[in-house]
């Protein structure tokens, strides 16, 4: 990411990260573009923002084709349920067929290619919660260039919780894998770890800037960092960072350019002749980067294991709330990622309860005293139980 842009594209970015209409964002992004200087160091910088651009012009124009009738594909879902996963994936991988299996989903299987033309929603269940799966249009090479559909069904991808990358195992399923990554990598889409994560949410005016670091900087200090969100006018937001963070990597979480999603591997078609060869390929090539299940739409066998690899590598916890006059708690629990405190719990259930917390009690088999008073930065594990007092 370029460092030191000028102060006049700074604030340019500024008015872009607040225009809510496509139409206004797209001239902001125009000339942002104009007010950069053209060098190496900003060449993957002025790249992605154009292909920002290039989803907001197909989003205008599909705008405009539903005022004159002519409806497009609709690429928003609205999130449901403890998170929302997109469904990835070549043509022909079984994909409608995975959907259909694992959801309450309705949608149309067939062999020919290319069947599925925009993103079908389905609930997964899993134990008491519930995954929202998004069956996306097939990828294919080029998608990232806007072939087909494939810059909206990769913003799809980017706005979504994880992924699911779908392979076939008739087929060279270390070929469809590569050409998925590809795809995601060229729209700065990670599903491997990264070094840093740094997280931007916007916050209502007069918030105030609140930085927290629960990993360490590495050339920079937290002075460094505050000035640099307040250089590109983030003034009110909550800004967290994990891992080993540098200036470039806040300064990339800005322009919202590269993100991170935890995605599983799901290889169909485990019944067929060669697919424990073609399973073992696609192990060797993804070496433990990312967990890899083998199942078959056709006779449901690794279908069972989706719900809990999902929820392991999405890093959730459930939290259960009690209210204090209650004996038992709620049976329908609150889904945070792992490593969340009591505030957050709090935050989430009302901004009242976070305002006037305080304290909470929480019933856990870890803790040695069960209830435990305990404070607002008291982190929580999956299955706890918390019964949360106000001022």
Same mark, same amino acid.
């Given at each position: ?16 990260? =607040? ?55 609709? &690429? ?21 067929? &995975? +959907?259909?299996?694992?959801?309450? =989903?309705?949608?149309? *299987? ?15 269940? @899993?134990?008491? *919660?519930?995954?929202? $799966? ?6 294919? #090479? ?6 087909a559909w494939g810059l909206q069904t990769l913003a799809l991808a980017?706005?979504? /919780?994880? +992924? ?15 050409? *998925? ?27 105030? $800037? ?6 360490? +900087?590495? /050339?920079?200090?937290?002075? #460094? ?6 250089? @590109?006018?983030? !003034? ?10 540098? +200036? ?10 590269? !993100? @991170? ?25 993804? #070496? ?26 999405? /890093? ?29 719990? =709090?935050?989430?259930?009302?901004? /009242? ?34 019964? *949360?007092? !106000?001022?």
């Open positions: 990411m370029p460092a030191n842009l000028p102060a006049e594209a700074k604030r340019k970015w500024a008015e872009v990260s =607040a225009a809510r209409n496509p139409v206004e964002r797209l001239r902001l992004m125009e000339e942002f573009l104009s007010l950069v200087p053209k060098h190496k160091g900003t060449a993957k910088l002025c790249a992605q923002v154009k292909k920002q651009m290039a989803v907001l012009r197909r989003e205008i124009e599909e705008k405009k084709h539903k005022k004159a009738g002519r409806s497009g594909p609709k &690429f928003f879902i609205e999130k449901e349920g403890a998170a929302q996963v997109v469904i990835l994936g070549l043509t022909n991988v079984g994909k409608s067929s &995975f +959907l259909v299996a694992l959801t309450n =989903a309705k949608v149309e *299987i067939s062999p020919a290619p290319y069947t599925t033309r925009e993103p079908v929603p389905g609930m997964l269940n @899993y134990e008491d *919660i519930q995954f929202q $799966l998004v069956e996306a249009p097939a990828l294919m #090479d080029g998608a990232a260039e806007g072939k980017r706005n979504a /919780d994880g +992924l699911i990358l779908m392979v076939d195992l008739t087929q060279n399923p270390v070929e469809q894998l590569s050409t *998925i990554l590809g795809e995601l990598e060229k729209t700065r889409i990670l599903v491997s770890k990264p070094r840093a994560r740094v997280e931007i949410e916007r916050k209502y005016m007069g918030a105030g $800037l609140r930085i927290i670091v629960f990993g360490k +900087l590495l /050339d920079c200090a937290f002075k #460094d960092v505050e000035e640099l969100l307040k250089s @590109y006018k983030v !003034t009110d937001a909550v800004v967290k960072i994990y891992g080993e963070a540098t +200036l470039d990597d806040v300064e990339d979480a800005i322009f919202e350019s590269t !993100t @991170y999603k935890p995605a599983i591997v799901v290889a169909n078609k485990s019944d067929a002749e060669n697919a424990e060869a073609n399973l073992k390929l696609l192990e060797g090539f993804v #070496d433990g980067q990312l967990p890899v299940i083998a199942v078959s739409c056709k006779t449901g066998q690794g279908l069972e294991k989706i719900g809990a690899a999902l929820f392991q590598t999405l /890093d959730l916890i459930r939290v259960y709330t009690k209210e204090p006059s209650e004996r038992k708690p709620s049976p329908k629990p609150f889904v945070l990622k792992r490593g969340s405190t009591v505030h957050d719990l =709090a935050r989430n259930i009302h901004s /009242d309860f976070s305002e006037n917390f305080a304290y909470a009690k929480v019933w856990a088999k870890r803790l040695v005293f069960s209830p435990q008073k305990v404070g607002a930065t008291f982190v929580l594990e999956d299955g706890d139980v918390v019964e *949360i007092h !106000t001022k």
